[in-house]
């Protein structure tokens, strides 16, 4: 005798098929991504928040696999496997299991295994138009399913790439300050360390090492770094090699001759990040900082006033969505608008749904050019739980 399914799943199947009927008739296609994927792609682009909770095994012939944390990756998989060329605009959805691990085996809100409902739109030249339709999408599906008290929070990782594009600083800097930009404790500690001493902290042999290095001769550079390694009984061992490894010391070295970042530059950074205030007041914030600094960010700011006012036209009342500067620190990939739809005071318990632009993430996967992307993802399980649970 077949056991007949429990209410909770007859209802997150409900709800399931409700969800994918309205993204079918806003003509996304529905795609079924592997489980199984390849662990390199996700360890390699995803943040260290996802990162430590993939499960990865290795299989019998020796293949590192992990099982998905996530369907953003499968999912470009599956387009690249259509349109290698990456040269077709294409909607698709899907709606299925993801795992990760939950410290202490999780709970409703934090389950291991749990379902992902999402939207990918790729190739959509039309940027703001593209945000805004995949922004909509997801809150009008969640709005849908039932829930009502919940709060938009969007952050803009392109705003921020201008913001360190136009500060007064070496070029290299302004590249360490956006790579680590998704690691918030290591870029307090890169801030502090281009405030204080640029080049890190060296003594003794190592000091001397640097000293005698030339920023213009990288071939006389390798030969001094691979001598001193030996002199010192370092083996050239593990993943980094001689090259990589002097071209690091040639960047503390040109470092070490650069002043330090000013307390004023410090403080324009800091301030930066600190925004979080309605989307249009934040923007115009932005504005002034940016002017009474001497800042050219009239084009990125132009972009962003662009989007809000098509996420107006999606139906989103704008101005009830705060903008995060900071915002869009989790997943490595994002170029660009990123959102969150949330339950206010309930931590990542109450992260609803979210997504954003990955423009990079194609070209990563074996595309031939950066291809432009937006995508979305719904914690179903989360949505049902708390329209369940009141917050509707």
């Not at 970042?261 to 914030?285: F, G, M, Q």
């Amino acid at each position: 005798m077949v056991a007949e399914p429990t209410a909770s799943y007859a209802a997150l199947q409900a709800q399931a098929n409700a969800i994918t009927e309205l993204f079918n008739a806003q003509g996304y296609e529905l795609v079924a991504p592997a489980y199984l994927q390849p662990a390199d792609l996700f360890l390699d682009r995803m943040g260290e928040a996802i990162r430590g909770r993939t499960y990865v095994f290795t299989d019998l012939d020796g293949e590192e696999l992990c099982l998905r944390p996530d369907v953003t990756l499968p999912a470009c998989r599956v387009y690249l496997e259509r349109h290698p060329l990456a040269d077709v605009e294409a909607r698709l959805c899907y709606n299925g299991p993801v795992f990760r691990y939950q410290p202490g085996g999780g709970d409703e809100m934090r389950p291991r295994e749990f379902r992902q409902a999402g939207i990918e739109y790729i190739g959509g030249s039309d940027r703001p138009g593209a945000e805004a339709e995949v922004t909509g999408l997801a809150v009008a599906a969640v709005r849908d399913a039932g829930l009502k008290a919940f709060s938009i929070r969007i952050g803009d990782l392109g705003l921020f790439a201008a913001f360190v594009a136009a500060l007064d600083i070496p070029e290299r800097w302004r590249l360490r300050l956006h790579h680590f930009f998704w690691r918030p404790p290591v870029f307090r500690n890169l801030l502090r360390q281009l405030s204080t001493a640029p080049a890190g902290n060296m003594d003794g042999d190592d000091a001397k090492l640097l000293a005698s290095l030339d920023i213009d001769d990288a071939e006389g550079s390798r030969a001094r770094v691979a001598a001193h390694l030996e002199g010192a009984g370092i083996p050239l061992e593990g993943s980094r090699t001689l090259v990589e490894i002097t071209d690091r010391l040639l960047d503390r070295a040109a470092d070490a001759k650069e002043q330090p970042l000013s307390e004023a530059t410090v403080k324009l950074i800091e301030a930066y990040l600190a925004i979080s205030e309605p989307a249009r007041n934040a923007l115009d914030r932005i504005a002034k900082d940016a002017n009474a600094a001497g800042l050219g960010m009239d084009e990125a700011l132009s972009a962003a006033h662009a989007r809000l006012d098509r996420l107006g036209e999606a139906g989103i009342d704008v101005g009830t969505v705060t903008f995060s500067a900071e915002f869009g620190r989790d997943l490595e990939y994002y170029t660009g608008h990123v959102f969150q739809i949330e339950l206010p005071g309930r931590g990542r318990a109450g992260q609803i749904a979210g997504g954003g632009r990955y423009d990079d993430l194609l070209e990563s996967l074996g595309a031939p050019r950066s291809t432009p992307a937006v995508g979305s993802a719904i914690h179903t399980e989360r949505l049902l739980a708390a329209v369940r649970g009141g917050a509707a």
